[in-house]
């Protein structure tokens, strides 16, 4: 079948956006490199922006994050933020529901692959009084239908039946003393690590440290490491900057937790939509084809997961869901401000919101470079969109491409493959020409996504294991060589408060561990 090219969309489905980027370019048959040599990754990856696998070991033990131990870890109970899987995936503008991390742990015991635990966003925690753990949720304008009940139809009975099997299995070892040696050299370490963090109570955060407020030094925690990960801000083992980044300004550190269970469930292949695809894979759970406005370093601990990968400068042709404005040299992303982004502000090269930064220019840049009357107008001039928001919008940078697109070799019946074959040249055409890299990662590895980077990742269960969990830590993107990565002071500026707020409270929690109060 002849394919739909270019000359032959219309001109409003093909976007022609400013694209100048300058990275690294995968050509048919590339595959993605691995690197054990952390002093090799800055010059061959990190500046050539180019995605790598890291195989060196993980900046953490990665047991304390298995869904065995992380209550303990994190010891963090408020109420988080989740995502409900809908049309086979995550991540479609649905209203997120809450739970606590032990509620979210306890359904992916149960193979209960319906719920995600992604970004959280800081209206809920802006919206607790207390400082400390709250007793309880009073909250009565949650208008989410799930009542805070698990419905047992949602467990899927042969992941608890392996669960079962897993832990006579266990039991078993145990009997026998095969593995009591292992416990005791694995775990007296991650013990006394995982005591630390529970020890060292709220009081951390009460009073006042050399005339700051804790209550100051929390919230600039708050933009560093996001819930439920606030209380690794206390102890000295969690880096806030693994190596080999040490000279990027890490933007935020979170976690991924969910389950992968396959149901057999599927859509109609053979009268494929948008709307009907969603976001279905054959096997596992799919985050959607996607990109990112920081780098990103992604740490596996448990399940395992397919990362597929698509060049910034074929953006135009990853049909995203905002009206992108321009790619810059090191693949980031900008977009246009209007109904598909109604809340976007224009970015520089490195991340930084160009108002904010001329907000900060005005105090902390020499008048030769900018004048107060440029910085002004940068302020005044930002576009704003007044029409009408659409709350269920995805972000700007979500490609409408459905993800089974990106892996119709995995579909085996004939007639299914070749109508989604012409669905994907009809209506998303030039995306199947596309050269992209795919990447298998197990627990304890870990991948280099540079910014602008579209990614597709397939969460699949393990073994006898669905869960799957990751941790993330994101970098603002250099602008220049990584030996000097940014071309200004903003971003380092901005760092100030979290590093220093990090060594007050690493110092705090040493005192009340060692003396038992401050």
Known sequence: MKRTTDKDVPASKLQKPDNAYKGYVVQAGDQIQSVKEKKAFRNDFLDARKPAKLTCKPPVAIKKFRLESIVRTLNYDRLLQVERKVNYGFGLGQKKELLTLKEIVDRLKLGDDSYYLTTQYEKLEDDEESLGP????????DDSDDDGTFDPSQIDIEALKAAIKKNDADIARFEKGDFLKELEDEDEQIMAEEEETRAISDAVWRGEEGGIPMYEVYDEIKTLFQPPLLNLSKVSWFPVVPAPFENLVPQQINLWMGSSVVSGQKPDLLHPTRESLGNYVPEGNSSGLHHDHADNLYVLTQGRKRFTLYLPKDAAKLYTVGNISKVYENGLIDYQVDEKAPLWKPMREDGAIISQWAEWALENVSKEEYSDETLEGMIENEPKYTGKKDDTLDPPSFSRVPPILAHLDEITDPEARKLLEEFADREFPGFRDL?????????GEMLYVPTGWFHEVTSYSSGEDSAHIALNWWFMPPSQGVANPYKDDYWDYHFG?????VMITRDRAEKLK?????
């Open 514 to 518: 060692k003396y038992g109060s401050l």
């Open 435 to 443: 050269n992209k890299l795919e990447v298998w990662l197990e627990p």
């Open 134 to 141: 709250s007793d309880e949720d009073d909250s009565d304008d």
């Open 497 to 501: 408060g979290p590093k220093e707020a």
